[in-house]
Each structure stands twice: as structure tokens, then as C-alpha cells.
């Protein structure tokens, strides 16, 4: 997976002691037990931390989707 | 969720079965427990609230069964995590596979979603249901609201239908009173002064029904009343939320905001310095809850077969300490009680989203009558009242 996915998987592993093996592309931050306050603050975490915007992910979304959009607003906006 | 053919009884199924429950194995603590006993059931158990009672009703050494909308595997996970939160709940952990059983059901479905069978021999068996689940965001969709509060209730109801012998205990909330001021007894339910949020109306409703179904077929119901349920406990990650952490977490991220933005801000509150809340510590309310449940249910009370209880602190907390103690967890941040009416800017809405609708409840006076609670609780030392300092540890959470 790309740079993205890794840098969320490791956050929620510092931040919210989730191990390896609860997580897949397809596991959501719901499945995880994270809600909307804890995805607020990731957001403003990867803001200050790497000028990045996660716009557009919520408790339902996958850690692929939140990826994909990290990779997005990174690459500066969103594929046609 | 539910394959025919599988084995008829819900407690013998495999795990991972799929069927929406957990077989635990058996362990030598409560193995059997779910063989022939009666059973007290729960819904939301997962939850801030719930997860605090759950040790509670585990000594009373009869089986639990709790409902629940996840995987069971996932909800076992949710539970275990959410108990080691409660000062209770790391004397059950290692047992509790073979302590609990997990039944996975959707709350607004017809018999929860269970076959029939299924939903018979729950109900057959269940001496007391605890309905502790809700939708708690005070901001949410009001029609969302109303599915899991009101429809989840009725379905809960249908479940008390079918199980004669059981004893309903509703989990309502004080604010059911709405935006009434001045003192509301233990048996007022009126909506004359309208509510703060789609959520008091929602359970608001929730507590109508079970109030028209008691009357109706005449079974015992006793209704709980909590106010604002907190505690000063940190939080770990991944655990339930209560009603100070969520206004903690907004408020921190509102800090952030002012401090990228480099500014300091007021925001202005309608409310008054006399306003009041009433924050109730959880494991107070629980073990309340718990001892009003260990006793027989009431037999006779001015509002016919249901007896209800303001689960609340004897002293209020001034709405004045709430807003200091809120200044500390936003550096930057000043807020201000106006009296009257005003309209809000783009501060005052952005703050108003921060904090979950919080804000509605600057110019709350309301005061709850406890006097069943006090009776009933005799043995309970109240807790002791709210300061600066628990209030700070309480949105740090
Ligand atoms: N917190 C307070 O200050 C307060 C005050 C007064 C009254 N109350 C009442 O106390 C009760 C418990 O509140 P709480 O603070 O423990 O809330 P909570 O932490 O938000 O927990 C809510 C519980 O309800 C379950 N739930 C929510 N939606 C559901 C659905 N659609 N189907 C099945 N289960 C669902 C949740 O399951 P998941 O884990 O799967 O999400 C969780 O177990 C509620 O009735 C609430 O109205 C709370």
C-alpha cells in the first residue's frame, strides 16, 4: 500500500493502540471504534503535521478510502 | 442473520456461526450459566452508561444476555475495551465470554430481527430488560433519532410483550423535561416548554410509549432519569464517550483552530450566572440503578405501574464553573453569559458546533426532584459535588 495507508495505520497504532491484526485495506474506523471526534482529530494531526487536508472521510469509510484521499491532496486534487 | 437449520435454541450455536451470536467457550467461571436460569437482558451495553452497569448486573450472578447491532465478535471486542474503562469492569474481563452472551439484533426490526423462535425463547426465559441503547448525539438527524429511540424502544417493547415474567427498566433522561425551569418532579412528563435538541424530544417520545404500554397491559416499568452522566476517569482510546468528553474534544479542537488562526476569542452564551446543570458521576448512577434493580419493583405509585427515578446529584453544578472549567480546556477561548436572546456569529456557530450542542444548556434552571432516588438508594453515600478540578480532569477525558 502506498505512503498514505501507511501513515494512517501507524497513527491509529500510536495514537489508539490499534495492533496490525485488526486491521485491513477494508477494516473501518468504525469497525475500529473510532468515531467522528477521533477522525476530527486525525484530521488535525495530519494538517499540522504534513499539510494535509482528509476531507470527505468519515467513521463508515475504509482505510483504503482514507488513503486514496490522503494520496489525492497530496497529488493536489482529485482524479477526474 | 439467522440460517434454519442451524441448532433451535440461540445459546447452542458454534462461533462465528454468522447467525448474530457468540457460543463462548466454556470457562470455568458462569460456564452453564446460560443453560436454564432466567436472564437479565440489556441493550446497549457497549455504551458509556451501559458498560458501568454491566459489572453491576453480573453480580447478581445471573446470566446476562446483551443486545447488540455489531458482530458479535466486533461487540465482544467493543465490550472488553469499554469495561476496562470502568473501575468495575477489570474483575469481569477475564470471564467474560463465558459471563455474557452476545445476541446480534437490529433494534428497529420486527422482534429485533430475530426469528421468531429465537425472539420466543429470549423472551421466554428474560426476568428483566434493561433498555440502556440510544442515539445520544444531541444534533443528530431528528428522523434518525426517532428510528433508533423511539422505533428501538417499541421493538424493546415487543420483546417485554412476549416476556410475561419480565420486569422493563427504561433508560430515560432527566432533560426529558425539555426546556422547563424551575423544579420537575420524578412523575412530570410534559413537552409544554419544548425541547432543546431533537434528542430530548426523541427521548422524550421513548418514555411516552413505555409509559402508555405499562398502563396498558399493566406491567411493572421503572424508569431511570439520568441528568448528565460524567466521570473524571481518563479515557482511553477507543472507549465510550460521555457528554463532558465530547465538549472537551470540541473545545480542544477549537483551540487549535484559534491557535493557527493566532487569536483570542469571546463567546457569547445566553444564559444567566444563576443557570445551573446537574452532572451526575456514572458510577454513582450505575450503582443506583443497580440497587433500585435488586429490589422488588414498586407496587403502587402515584403513576400507576411504572416508578420512575431522577438519577441526579443532590447539589446542581453552577453553569458559571462548567464555563471556567471550558476557558481552561480552550486556551484563548472567553466565554461569556448574556441574558436574552442574540443573534449568533460565525464564532458563536462554529463554537455551537464545537461543543455538540452544548451551548443550549447555558441558561438551563432546572431543578430535579429526587426524592424516590433517595429513598430507594438509602444505603448509597450521594457523591460529593462537582468542583473546579473534576470538571477540568472531566473534559480532558
Ligand atoms: N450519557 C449521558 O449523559 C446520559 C444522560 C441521560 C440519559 N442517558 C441515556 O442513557 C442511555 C445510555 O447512554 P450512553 O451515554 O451510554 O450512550 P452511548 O455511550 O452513546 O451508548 C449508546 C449505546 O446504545 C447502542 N446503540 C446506539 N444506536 C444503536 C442502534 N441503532 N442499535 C443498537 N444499539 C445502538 C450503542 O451501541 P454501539 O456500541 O454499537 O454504538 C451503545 O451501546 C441512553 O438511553 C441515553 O439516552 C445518557
Not at chain 2, 160 to 185: E, I, K, M, N
Not at chain 2, 357 to 365: D, K, L, Q, V
Request: proline residues 8%; glycine residues 8%; positive net charge.
Amino acid at each position: 500500500m502506498t505512503d498514505a495507508y501507511q501513515l494512517i495505520t501507524d497513527y491509529l497504532h500510536d495514537r489508539f493502540d490499534v495492533s496490525p491484526a485488526e486491521i485491513t485495506e477494508h477494516t473501518t474506523f468504525d469497525a475500529l471504534g473510532l468515531d467522528s471526534l477521533d477522525l476530527a482529530e486525525i484530521a488535525v494531526i495530519l494538517r499540522k503535521a504534513h499539510g494535509l487536508e482528509l476531507d470527505g472521510v468519515r467513521a463508515a469509510s475504509t482505510l483504503r478510502e482514507a488513503a486514496c484521499r490522503l494520496d489525492e491532496a497530496r497529488s493536489g486534487g482529485t482524479p477526474a | 442473520m439467522y440460517r434454519p437449520g442451524r441448532p433451535r435454541s440461540p445459546f447452542r450455536i458454534p462461533v462465528g456461526s454468522g447467525s448474530g451470536q457468540v457460543r463462548f467457550r466454556s470457562a470455568p467461571v458462569g460456564s452453564g450459566r446460560h443453560e436454564e436460569a432466567s436472564l437479565i437482558v440489556i441493550t446497549g451495553a457497549t455504551g458509556f452508561l451501559g458498560s458501568h452497569l454491566l459489572p453491576h448486573l453480573l453480580a447478581t450472578d445471573e446470566p446476562v444476555t446483551a443486545l447488540v447491532r455489531d458482530d458479535p465478535r466486533l461487540a465482544l471486542r467493543r465490550l472488553a475495551r469499554a469495561l476496562a474503562a470502568t473501575p468495575a469492569g477489570h474483575e469481569v474481563l477475564d470471564a467474560l465470554p463465558s459471563l455474557v452472551r452476545l445476541v446480534r439484533v437490529d433494534l428497529s426490526a420486527p422482534r429485533l430481527g430475530l426469528p421468531g423462535p429465537v425472539h420466543h425463547e429470549l423472551a421466554e426465559r428474560t426476568r428483566q430488560i434493561w433498555h440502556c441503547a440510544a442515539l445520544t448525539a444531541m444534533t443528530a438527524e431528528p428522523s434518525l433519532l426517532h428510528h433508533v429511540n423511539g422505533e428501538g424502544t417499541r421493538r424493546v417493547l415487543e420483546l417485554a410483550d412476549a416476556a410475561p415474567r419480565a420486569r422493563l427498566l427504561h433508560v430515560s433522561t432527566a432533560y426529558v423535561c425539555g426546556a422547563r425551569q424551575g423544579l420537575v418532579h420524578e412523575d412530570d412528563l410534559d413537552d409544554t416548554a419544548g425541547f432543546l435538541n431533537p434528542y430530548e424530544a426523541s427521548k422524550h417520545r421513548a418514555e411516552r410509549l413505555v409509559r402508555r404500554w405499562a398502563r396498558s397491559r399493566g406491567r411493572a416499568v421503572t424508569v431511570f432519569r439520568p441528568s448528565v452522566l460524567v466521570t473524571d476517569r481518563p479515557r482511553p482510546p477507543r472507549t465510550p464517550r460521555h457528554p463532558l468528553s465530547v465538549l472537551g474534544r470540541g473545545l480542544r479542537l477549537l483551540a487549535e483552530e484559534l491557535e493557527a488562526a493566532d487569536r483570542a476569542a469571546t463567546v457569547r452564551l445566553p444564559g444567566s450566572p444563576g443557570s445551573t446543570a446537574n452532572l451526575v458521576p456514572v458510577e454513582y448512577a450505575a450503582r443506583a440503578m443497580a440497587t433500585i434493580g435488586a429490589a422488588p419493583a414498586l407496587a403502587t405509585v402515584p403513576d400507576g405501574p411504572v416508578s420512575t427515578y431522577h438519577v441526579v446529584h443532590l447539589h446542581d453544578t453552577p453553569v458559571p464553573r462548567v464555563l471556567e472549567a471550558m476557558s481552561h480546556a480552550c486556551p484563548g477561548l472567553s466565554i461569556r453569559l448574556e441574558p436574552g436572546r442574540r443573534n449568533a456569529g460565525a464564532l458563536d456557530r462554529k463554537f455551537a458546533e464545537a461543543t455538540a450542542g452544548f451551548h443550549r444548556y447555558a441558561a438551563c434552571a432546572v431543578r430535579f426532584d429526587r426524592g424516590r432516588l433517595g429513598a430507594a438508594t438509602r444505603g448509597l453515600s450521594p457523591p460529593a459535588p462537582i468542583t473546579p478540578a473534576y470538571l477540568r480532569d472531566a473534559l480532558r477525558a
